[in-house]
């Protein structure tokens, strides 16, 4: 069976669109995905960046640090838990990332609402760091969110831009899935537009 990994950032909009595509093709193809936590803060660590990536950068992590608290508590299947409602949120509501709507996302989905004080605790940077090294470890190079893994063979992306038709989308997956078992195979990219 092929197993599926997706690292992101909870703050990326692109991911977000990639990961609502992979979850839904997979479910169409039976092919288990599993969620898992990078971070374009720690990514772009000392550099330049303007106004608008660092106030993303700054959500990354403060936001990563709450995935981190809610992970050690309650088990890695817990990040996909709460990248859901955060996602919704974050992409498709544009609400802040408050401690409030932090603290209602959690209590909706039953864990502490306390985790919440995680936003503000660098305590976590530590557990953000080695989940996204983890992310780097299973590509093997630097990249940025999404990293998808099929069968531990890793990518930078798929970057959508817009969700394809569900039955594109089982066609863009089972496409992947051979790209992945082609050892030679390494960059497919083209420009946005």
Request: charged share 25%.
């Amino acid at each position: 069976m092929t197993t599926i990994d997706l690292y992101l950032d909870p703050v990326c909009p692109f991911s977000w669109v990639t990961s609502r595509w992979l979850l839904d093709a997979a479910e169409r193809t039976t092919r288990p995905v599993t969620l898992r936590q990078m971070s374009l803060a720690v990514l772009n660590e000392g550099e330049d960046a303007d106004a608008a990536h660092q106030r993303m950068f700054e959500r990354s992590r403060r936001l990563g640090r709450v995935f981190a608290a809610v992970t050690d508590r309650h088990g890695p299947q817990a990040f996909a838990r709460l990248y859901e409602p955060i996602g919704t949120r974050l992409h498709d509501q544009k609400d802040q990332v408050t401690p409030e709507v932090v603290a209602d996302v959690l209590e909706d989905l039953g864990f502490e609402k306390s985790l919440s004080e995680a936003l503000d605790d660098p305590e976590y940077d530590e557990a953000v760091s080695r989940a996204h090294a983890a992310s780097q470890d299973a590509l093997g190079d630097k990249a940025g969110s999404p990293i998808i893994a099929i069968d531990g063979r890793a990518f930078f992306g798929p970057v959508l831009t817009g969700l394809p038709d569900p039955d594109d989308g089982v066609v863009l997956l089972d496409a992947l899935v051979s790209a992945s078992g082609v050892r030679e195979f390494a960059v497919l990219q083209r420009p946005h537009g």
